[in-house]
């Protein structure tokens, strides 16, 4: 089994910046891709970011010149720089990674437990 930890999230006044982190565990062979998801109350979850182990990334449109990913793949941990943030961002923010836990095993995802982002106008 494979877990994902997050930790970073708050209440910050718009304008204003966070840095969301996830580290994953367990008997992991590959993560790949690994990124962060959001759902807004009364909205379905959306992507906000992902990240290839080659750092080749994704950004949901939203967010692109704002927000940077990254990743440390010697400890399996992925980040969300988010700046210039704004009202809308608000939501919690999700973890995902698809990864394997033997070289020829199928891959699965895997969730975080949820980051709350609020902010504040």
């Known amino acids: 089994q494979v877990q994902l930890v997050e930790s970073g999230g708050g209440l910050v006044q718009a304008g204003g910046s966070l840095r969301l982190s996830c580290a994953a565990s367990g008997s992991i062979f590959s993560v790949d891709p690994m990124g962060w998801y959001r759902q807004a109350p009364g909205k379905q979850r959306e992507l906000v970011a992902a990240?290839?182990?080659?750092?080749?990334?994704n950004y949901a449109d939203s967010v692109k010149g704002r927000f940077t990913i990254s990743r440390d793949n010697a400890k399996n941990t992925v980040y969300l720089q988010m700046n210039s943030l704004k009202p809308e961002d608000t939501a919690v923010y999700y973890c995902n990674c698809n990864a394997r836990l033997a070289r020829f095993a199928s891959s699965t995802d895997y969730w975080g437990q949820g980051t709350q982002v609020t902010v504040s106008s």
């Open positions: 990240i290839s182990s080659d750092g080749s990334t």
